[in-house]
């Protein structure tokens, strides 16, 4: 089963030979390819939602998976058990959903050797929180499909060093390895804040103009970013 470039790059961050839970599935695409191109001997695909369960099962039926994909209907991480799995799959949902389901569910994870999830936004705040609870990036990646961004993260069980709230937010590895998107995705960020800022010049309270200076703070270190994210881009091609 093809994937999308998304979904690729997903699976291009799950170690070979791992069993693995994706967790909202929706229509189980990426299961079934693990355990077809043998990556993973063995997927748990599991959905909340009961229309998406369904499909899920279709999928796997169709595809005579049915002894690798073990396809669970539940919430979050309550699904499977403690050393179940190696590998934790949350691609699609926010980042602060995905937060909620690892805060839930602490014990589930103390096996996983390796989260990989794909935040559909509050990226910045998941990275944050990871730093926080034991967890350190250790790799990054963006997809662009379309006019929209993703970004694939990988984390494992340690400290993470990176201890700059800025740069966690904005991808510490993704910086690292300047990835040839990074530029026009932090363009996109840079324009998000400025509308965000010229509406809260709009208005006299106090907690819009302390945002205001927030936001201004953190535009003067996207705008220093983003010319250094350039200018490495061109040497690392050149």
């Given at each position: 089963m093809e994937l999308t470039p998304r979904l690729a790059a997903v699976a291009g961050f799950i170690p070979q030979g791992v069993r693995?839970?994706?967790?909202?599935t929706d229509h189980a695409m990426l299961p079934v390819n693990l355990v077809e191109t043998g990556k993973s001997p063995f997927v748990i695909a599991a959905d909340v939602n009961e229309k998406p369960y369904l499909a899920a099962c279709r999928q796997v039926q169709a595809a005579g998976a049915g002894s690798?994909?073990?396809?669970?209907?539940?919430?979050?991480?309550?699904?499977?058990?403690?050393?179940?799995?190696?590998?934790?799959?949350?691609?699609?949902?926010g980042g602060n959903a995905i937060i909620n389901i690892?805060?839930?569910?602490?014990?589930?994870?103390?096996?996983?050797?390796?989260?990989?999830?794909?935040?559909m936004t509050d990226a910045g705040s998941l990275r944050l929180w990871l730093a926080r609870n034991g967890w350190r990036l250790v790799d990054e990646e963006l997809v662009k499909e379309g006019e929209k961004f993703?970004?694939?993260?990988?984390?494992?069980?340690?400290?993470?060093?990176q201890q700059d709230h800025f740069l966690l937010e904005m991808?510490?590895?993704?910086?690292?390895?300047?990835?040839?998107?990074l530029v026009e995705y932090l363009e996109k960020i840079k324009m998000?804040?400025?509308?965000?800022?010229?509406?809260?010049?709009?208005?006299?309270?106090?907690?819009?103009?302390?945002?205001?200076?927030?936001?201004?703070?953190?535009?003067?270190?996207?705008?220093?970013?983003?010319?250094?994210?350039?200018?490495?881009?061109e040497k690392y091609s050149g």
């Open positions: 693995v839970a994706d967790i909202g690798r994909v073990e396809v669970r209907k539940g919430s979050g991480l309550e699904v499977i058990r403690p050393g179940e799995v190696d590998v934790v799959v949350m691609a699609g949902m690892i805060d839930q569910c602490r014990g589930v994870l103390d096996d996983v050797i390796r989260l990989v999830l794909q935040p993703y970004v694939i993260m990988a984390a494992e069980p340690g400290i993470e060093n991808g510490p590895l993704l910086v690292e390895k300047y990835s040839p998107l998000d804040s400025q509308k965000m800022l010229s509406g809260l010049t709009r208005s006299r309270s106090e907690e819009s103009m302390d945002k205001a200076v927030e936001i201004t703070n953190r535009l003067t270190r996207l705008k220093e970013l983003i010319n250094r994210c350039r200018q490495g881009a």
